[in-house]
């Protein structure tokens, strides 16, 4: 079993839904969360990042984290076509080189 | 553009062969890490170097090497190759190497094809 798991999808949903990606994770050392997104055949760029539990939002994004359940979950309200990507989940424990690990990448389709 | 900086986009090459991967990190990060990306695996953490030192290091096979120049520019060097070493493989970068650092920022990747 990997340590962290996100559904591969593809998720097609119709411009102006309201999107939630998920995922789920093992290690309960995991305090640092991250969402990143990575569009075809370019390097991952960060989208949010939380400490511990909670929430946090910027703009249409707004990233959840429920550390008791071991489950993180990135909304995007209005979705635009431009959201066409892989949203990737990434965590961290207090290590000292700051080594993230990744849950396997959600595909998400914006349908104008 | 992030102002990580990979080079070359592109590589294709033969079994048995070796190749090596360059990266250039954005202006002022000190920590390099190097991630390889398959369809099977998703993004797999390799190695990790601090201002030219090794600080942690990954799932990273013994044919993998990797080291970062006092430029702080590092390169990954991968001998013996295998078809299964077909990837894409990401350098990234952050300021201090640490959790503090909110993330990293990745480079655009280079795509290897073993044939």
């Known amino acids: 079993q990997k340590e962290v798991e996100q559904d591969p999808g593809p998720l097609s949903v119709p411009e102006g839904a309201i999107v939630s990606l998920n995922c789920t994770y093992s290690n309960s050392a995991f305090q640092y969360f991250m969402w990143y997104r990575q569009y075809s055949r370019k390097g991952p760029e960060l989208l949010m990042y939380t400490y511990s539990s909670g929430n946090k939002e910027d703009g249409r994004f707004t990233a959840q984290v429920d550390k008791s359940s071991k489950y993180i979950s990135l909304f995007i309200r209005d979705s635009q076509p431009s959201d066409s990507a892989t949203y990737l989940c990434a965590m961290s424990d207090n290590n000292a080189g700051n080594m993230l690990t990744f849950g396997g990448g959600t595909r998400l389709m914006v349908k104008p | 553009d992030s102002g990580v900086t990979q080079t070359p986009k592109h590589l294709i090459t033969a079994t048995g062969q070796r190749v090596t991967l360059r990266c250039s990190p954005r202006s002022g990060d000190l920590s390099v890490y190097w991630y390889q990306q398959s369809l099977d695996q998703g993004l797999q953490f390799l190695i990790q170097?601090?201002?030219?030192?090794?600080?942690a290091k990954g799932n990273i096979l013994e044919r993998f090497s990797a080291q970062q120049f006092p430029d702080l520019h590092s390169e990954l060097n991968l001998s013996s190759l295998e078809l299964g070493d077909s990837a894409l493989y990401f350098c990234?970068?952050?300021?201090?190497?640490?959790?503090?650092?909110?993330?990293?920022?990745f480079g655009s990747g280079t795509r290897l094809t073993v044939v």
């Open positions: 170097y601090y201002n030219g030192e090794e600080r």
């Open positions: 990234a970068s952050s300021p201090r190497g640490k959790v503090g650092d909110y993330g990293y920022t």
